[in-house]
């Protein structure tokens, strides 16, 4: 059991640094009145407590709690508040998750506990566990007159930009788990920390930062090293726009089809079976070399024209400055370039009022702008102004996501990334006796699996070779940011990590299989593949090629 608000000898620290009183006395409580009842948290506002029934919104009855603390006004002019959504099911198992949201947060996504690639239909919520959702200390629709660049603006804030690193979970954690345990009158168990993408990135750098507040972690595609990665967009929308001077037409989808065939051409047997899976991803980017697509003797079809291979050489090797030194990592060749998923973020959406731009102009341009540059630059909310910027990045003197002044004390890096990220032991942690689970699509157009590779294999060098004791990562061949793409997507890594933490289980290989609904590999629909722990791969070993059983770790 961790330590939660009303059994922690640490209480006095949480404090200062939350508002907190001294605790009430724990009793069972009323859905009803927890909108009235003085939990003795000095800064706590409950806005709302209802009742919610099974039904087609909601998987059980549970009590839905809305509220809000650390209501505040910024050196901005602006009002803050960390906004919060408790759900507390009727069957309790005993156990609490603290949700963590993606993309900038900013708002309250409701707190069902989603497993992300476990069963879409199944959640914490279904499944018993009270859960806690929040906006991460800033509302990204308060300044809506901001455009596309609103729900980055709170960056010119700097506790806003500490609570959306670390902040507000912090702050956040010990009121959740007080109101729960006077809810149902009785402790917490067990202490779970549940996030994919930006909240993945949430969870691996609360096991940083509050080793002793969860049992078990699980990170799902996380943004290790965020601001790192929004230096990505930059040189990603130069690279392309050295093409033909338009990003959305820079490769049209038949051109990355052929970019995706080749890999799998180069790479898909290099586990032993040919089945549309890449599993050996080291071995592949040895393999495969994207110089022999370019048009030969004024071929135009089937081949990439010079510019085109340039532009997928540059952006696979990640940004640098003109000293020649890496700003953020490399990334691998995997199947799902050809995805909607990959263009989406990369080279063109299909929305009218962004100009048809990809995400990574839209919100990643105002993110890396005002959030992860150090002063924050003011730009604006339309698609040129956002494009502009981009293009324009100097990656010598904007990359900024290291550097302090006097108003922002600390740098984009310090408050978004594990207190550890480049030389990571994770000590204290693991002390603890937390448990990890991280795993992360291979064809992540947004967050390189090789930055969370290149993470575990320092974390195992420093720990002796140890590093599996308490954290487990795997690699998912061909899946995208999140569930989707050309993958097994489909595999319950929380209940393994519930097994570890409370059973003592070591997670071995996940079973995966193809989400029902995915569009990419209707012809694997039906098929189960292992996930292995990194660095093992799964090898073919013969007998029904439909089967994980098939396969070996090794």
Known sequence: MRLTWRNSVAFATLVAATGLASPAAAQALDCDALASHDFGISDLVITEAMTEMAGENAPVDHCVLRGHIAERTGIDGNDYRIRFELRLPDDWNGRFIHQFNGGNDGAVVPAMGN??????ADSGLARGYAVVSSDAGHDGEAQPDAGLAGGA??????????????????KLNPVATGIVEDYYGSGIEYSYGVGGSNGGRHAMVQATRSPDAFDGILAGYPGLNLPRAAVQHAWDVQSFHAVNGDIRTAFAPEDLQLVGDAVIAACDGLDGLEDGIIADTPACQASFDIAT???????????????????????HAGPTNSAGEALYTNWAWDRGIATGDWRFWKLESPIPPWDNLPLIATMGASSLAMIFSNPPVDVGGTPDDLLAFLLDYDFDTDATVDATDATFAESPMAFMAPTDTDNPVMAEFRDAGGK?????GVSDPVFSVMDTMNWYEKLDANTDGNARDFVTFYTVPGMGHGPGGPATDKFDAFNALVDWVENGTQPEHLVAEVTPDNQYVTDMIGITRKLCPYPSIPRYTGDDEQSHESFTCE
């Open 436 to 440: 990890m689970i991280v795993f992360h």
């Open 153 to 170: 603006r709170f960056g010119f804030d700097p506790e806003a930009r500490s609570d959306y690193g670390y902040g507000a979970v912090i």
């Open 293 to 315: 697509l370019t048009c030969q003797a004024g071929a135009t079809e089937a081949c990439l024209s010079p510019e085109q291979v340039e532009a997928l050489t540059r952006i």
């Open 115 to 120: 497993l992300m690639n476990a069963d879409p």
